[in-house]
C-alpha cells in the first residue's frame, strides 16, 4: 500500500497538517522530498501518511511525519506502516501531532514521551 497518486481530497489534507505543523514545508516540498526518497508515502482508501526514517547514534526511528484521512482508515494504513518499519530495522516510531491524537492513539500502543512548543520569530 506504499505509493499511489495524491488527489485533490488527499492534497487538501495534506496542506492543512502542514499548517498545523506550523508551515515549515508546503506540499512540493514534501512530494520533493518522496520523490527524493527522504520520505516515503503511504496511501490507502481514505487515508495518506508521510513517514520519514531518522537514524540517531542509537536509534533508527520511523517517524510519521504527516496523516491526513478518516480516523480508522489512517490508524489501519499506520499498521502496514509499522510492519514495514520493522521490516526496515527500525527500533521505534514517532510522531508529533495535534493533542487530539493523544487519546485516540492510547488505546494504539503509543504514549507522551516529550512536548513539543513553537514560537514565531
Known sequence: ?????????????????LQYGGGEHNVGDVIAKILANEAQLWQAEGALIVTEIHLTPRKKVCHFW??????????????DV?????????????????????KVLAT?????????????L
Not at 500500500?1 to 497538517?17: I, P, Q, S
Not at 504527516?66 to 499498521?79: F, K, Q
Request: include cysteine; proline fraction near 2%; hydrophobic fraction near 40%.
Open 82 to 102: 509499522l510492519d514495514w518499519a520493522k521490516g526496515e530495522g527500525c527500533d521505534k516510531a514517532t510522531l508529533a501531532g495535534r493533542m487530539g491524537w493523544k
Open 108 to 120: 494504539e500502543g503509543w504514549s507522551p514521551e516529550l512536548l513539543i512548543m513553537g514560537q514565531e
Open 1 to 17: 500500500r506504499r505509493g499511489g497518486l495524491v488527489n485533490d481530497k488527499t492534497l487538501e489534507g495534506l496542506e492543512k497538517a
Open 66 to 79: 504527516l496523516a491526513t484521512g478518516d480516523m480508522a482508515a489512517v490508524i489501519g494504513l499506520s499498521y
